[in-house]
């Protein structure tokens, strides 16, 4: 990838490594000691530090939303992902305890920066806003994933280890609560987007005011709000800070496109592609997930489009149970494509769209046809007629398919429009209502009095 500077720098300034007690992390395990916020100069790496523990989560935040529904098949051997594939996952996936422990690793980062940033003198107050607001973004984005993922988690508010030694789950709706409290004030105090020659990697790689209004489309679709959702995703989209690529390619083969909101890089020796959860080696390397037949066919189809570039097809991977189909979105720093895009703007237009459906405002300019339109326009797709109510969401169903395939979005879909069961239990007779939350990591219920006996339900 040649547009790493803000990676590499994350990097080299300061690494953070995986906790082994997540609730209870060892200072030694995320560098506390060393990553000090004792004056002015500390700010940047302490900043720099939290945003790299994003990084960590965002792999098995895209293998959640992706692997557990009906996009991937099983090729290979490794256990996570054979239980994932064949929808028989236990407490023990390595997935869901990477995941779990890299969204408390962001949670714990961003807490300690928000403890000790208010205890800094000579910290200019515009600057400690802004980190302050920093921070309170991504542990809203951990939050979010982690209660949309998990259920019932616990809500860790503090550094303080003996508090966290031994603290139980928390509901759902507390933590979104927290969530939508941090979203609102990250979206009061952060700064506006930057303009100049690296805006635009920089509006994708650090938080501000639309990035926040984006999360906050995202959040009020979740809890079907939908006029706030249409709201914010409109600001977003009316921002003019991100704009749609005019080719579709370019969101499978290019890092920090135009409409990227948010995003994470690596380098050539980083996840994606090197480590045990690497998207990069699970798609294209190892081959160890495959598309599926079901969405292959759907990618393939006339309202896809230039969007069927998301995946390939070689004759020569077939043997066996290999159809020879490839995720291409995920390749290498050297193909300029590794990077995991958490958010763009195309979700805003599919936000807005189902937000105005749910509204009954389907025709007309500011209908739900036209947002879909655009997205079908820029993937020379036929265009969407108007139809009911209740086609017009199977279509929006289908089109975030086609736009947002292998990004991370498809389980979190069919589980928050209540339509899981339904499509799951018709893919897979291995299917269980209990898929619809991840279970609890066994380690932590290990390490965690108060989470002894709090499993989530069938696991």
Known sequence: MKQLLQYTA?????????????????????????????????????RIGAYNALRGMAATNMMAGDFTADYIRNNGTFTDYRELGTKQITASNGAAASLWSNLYRTVYVTNFVLERLSEISGVPDATRRQVQAEMRFLRGYAYFIGANTFGDIPNVTTTDQAANRNIPKSPKAEILASVLADWQAAETDLANAVTGSSAQITNATY????????????????????????????????????????????????????????????????????????????????????????????????????????????????????????????????????????MRLAEMYLIRAEARVQQNKITGTNGAVADLNVLRTRAKAPNVAATSQANMLLTIERERVYELAFEGHRWYDLVRTGRAQAVMSAFTPNWNSRYERWPIPQGEIQRNPALKDAQNPGY
């Open 207 to 342: 938080a501000n005011k639309t990035s926040a209004r984006a999360m906050l489309a995202r959040y009020h679709l979740y809890q079907k709000n939908w006029a706030q959702a249409e709201q914010y995703a409109t600001q977003v989209i009316n921002a003019n800070v991100y704009q749609l690529d005019s080719n579709y390619s370019d969101i499978v083969n290019k890092d920090f496109t135009r409409e990227s909101i948010l995003e994470v890089g690596y380098a050539l020796s980083d996840d994606p592609g090197t480590s045990s959860f690497g998207l990069t080696n699970l798609y294209l390397g190892r081959r160890e997930v495959i598309p599926t037949d079901q969405v292959a066919l759907v990618l393939l189809s006339a309202e896809s489009g230039t969007r069927r570039t998301t995946i390939a097809f070689d004759p020569k991977n077939q043997s066996g149970d290999d159809n020879g189909w490839t995720v291409q979105k995920y390749g290498t720093a050297d193909n300029d494509n590794n990077n995991i895009v958490l």
């Open 10 to 46: 994350i990097v080299a300034t300061v690494w953070l490594a995986s906790c082994t007690t997540v609730l209870e992390p060892k200072p030694v395990d995320l560098l506390v000691d060393n990553l000090v916020l004792n004056e002015p100069a500390d700010v940047e790496p302490a």
